[in-house]
C-alpha cells in the first residue's frame, strides 16, 4: 500500500530530476511511511527511504514505520539528513516549500552545502488527493460514527440551551464511539448567529423558532469528517423555511452532479447559479467545499476560482449556504467520494428541515 503511494512521487523525481524528496510535513510523513506520532521526517529516494525521529519516536517509529530504515537522530536532524545526504550520493534534494519556515531552510542551506535543494510547492500535496482503498474505509469509518454522534444529541437541542453545550455534548458522543477528538471547533450558531459562516459554538441561549447551524466531525486514526446540518428549534417562519429548502436543493442538485470529469468550477456553479436564481447569489460568498482526509481542508478546493478536476477516490464535501447579516443563515454539508460513474455520500445525518 505505501509502495503504492510512494510511486505517486514519481512524477516530482522526473520532473524535477531530484534524487531524493524530505517531507517534514507529518501528514505527508504519515501518508507515505505510516508513523503518527508528532516528531519525525522522511527522506525518499527513488528505491529507498529513511526515516528520522529522536530516541522518544524510536520505539513507535519501530512498530509503526513501513519501509524505510529508523535512524535515531542526536542532537540536530538536519546533521543526520546531511550524513545520509552525503552517504548516498543525495545531491538534489527536493523540499516542502509549503511546509518550511525560513529558519529551517537557512538551517538546511547552512548544512547541505554542496546540496541542490529543490522547492516543491503545495502541488506536492497533491499526492494526497485520490484516496486509496484503506483511506476510504477510513474516512468512511469517522463520518459514520460522527453522524451518529449527531443523532444521539438531537434530543438536547431545545429552547432554553447554550450553543456551547450542543458542542460540548457533540464531542463526547464522538468520542464515546470511538473518536480520538473532534476534527475541529464545531461550530453552533443559532438565530442571527447563523449569518456567521465560522460561528463557533458560543455562550447564547437558543430561542424557540430559531435556525441552528452545526458544523461538525470528528478525528479518528488522522482522518477527518466534516458534516453541517441547520435544524429549526421550534416552528420556523416562513423566510427560515424558505433559505432552508434553496439550500437543500442546491445541495442535492451538486451531489448529484459530482463525477469524474467534471471541474470544481463547473461543480460549484451548479449550487451557486441555483442559489442565485432564486435571488440569494449575494449571500453565498465562500466556496462549494474542499477535500478532505489527513487534513480538514485539503485539495481539491471548489470554488469559482478552481482549476482542478474530479477524479475517481477523491474525497469532497459538498456544502453550499445562505448567509443573511441580521437575520441568520443555513448550510448544509455532505461528505462524498466520487466513485467511477457519480459518488458516495459518506455522512448521514438527516439533511430535511428537522423541526425540534
Ligand atoms: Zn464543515
Ligand atoms: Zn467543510
Redesign the pocket.
Known amino acids: 500500500m505505501l509502495k503504492n503511494r510512494r510511486s505517486r512521487l514519481k512524477r516530482f523525481f522526473e520532473e524535477y530530476s531530484l534524487k531524493a524528496v524530505l517531507f517534514t510535513d507529518l501528514r505527508n510523513i504519515r501518508y507515505l511511511s505510516g508513523f503518527s506520532g508528532t516528531e519525525g521526517a522522511l527522506l525518499v529516494s527513488q528505491d529507498q527511504a529513511w526515516f528520522l525521529c529522536d530516541s522518544r519516536y524510536t520505539a513507535q517509529a519501530a512498530e509503526e514505520v513501513q519501509g524505510a530504515e529508523i535512524r535515531e537522530c542526536a542532537p540536530l536532524r538536519i546533521d543526520t539528513v546531511a550524513a545520509l545526504v552525503h552517504e548516498y550520493g543525495l545531491d538534489r534534494l527536493g523540499f516542502e516549500a509549503a511546509h518550511t519556515t525560513v529558519s529551517a531552510f537557512r538551517r538546511m542551506s547552512e548544512k547541505l552545502s554542496g546540496v541542490e535543494l529543490v522547492e516543491l510547492g503545495p502541488g506536492l500535496d497533491e499526492i494526497r488527493i485520490c484516496k486509496d482503498r484503506a483511506e476510504i474505509e477510513q474516512l468512511t469509518s469517522v463520518a459514520t460514527l460522527s453522524s451518529m454522534a449527531l443523532t444521539a444529541v438531537l434530543a438536547d437541542i431545545k429552547p432554553g440551551v447554550r450553543e456551547v453545550d450542543i458542542a460540548l455534548t457533540l464531542e463526547f458522543e464522538m468520542r464515546r464511539r470511538g473518536a480520538d477528538g473532534k476534527a475541529f471547533d464545531f461550530?453552533v450558531a443559532s438565530g442571527e448567529r447563523g449569518a456567521m459562516p465560522h460561528g463557533r459554538a458560543s455562550d447564547k441561549i437558543i430561542q424557540s423558532g430559531e435556525l441552528v447551524t452545526i458544523?461538525?466531525?470528528a478525528l479518528k486514526d488522522g482522518y477527518h469528517s466534516?458534516?453541517?446540518v441547520t435544524i429549526a428549534c421550534g416552528n420556523p417562519g416562513i423566510r427560515e423555511r424558505e433559505i432552508h429548502s434553496i439550500v437543500r436543493t442546491a445541495h442535492d442538485l451538486a451531489i448529484r452532479a459530482v463525477r469524474p470529469g467534471i471541474s470544481c468550477k463547473d461543480l460549484d456553479e451548479v449550487a451557486r447559479s441555483y442559489i442565485h436564481d432564486k435571488g440569494y447569489g449575494d449571500y453565498f460568498g465562500h466556496g462549494l467545499g474542499h477535500g478532505i482526509g489527513l487534513e480538514i481542508h485539503e485539495m481539491p478546493t471548489l470554488s469559482p476560482r478552481s482549476s482542478a478536476v474530479l477524479e475517481e477516490g477523491m474525497v469532497i464535501?459538498v456544502?453550499p449556504g445562505i448567509y443573511i447579516p441580521g437575520f441568520g443563515g443555513v448550510r448544509i454539508?455532505d461528505t462524498v467520494v466520487v466513485t467511477g460513474d457519480g459518488c458516495n455520500v459518506l455522512t448521514s445525518a438527516d439533511k430535511q428541515l428537522l423541526v425540534l
Open positions: 461550530i458544523d461538525f466531525g466534516d458534516e453541517t464535501t456544502e454539508e
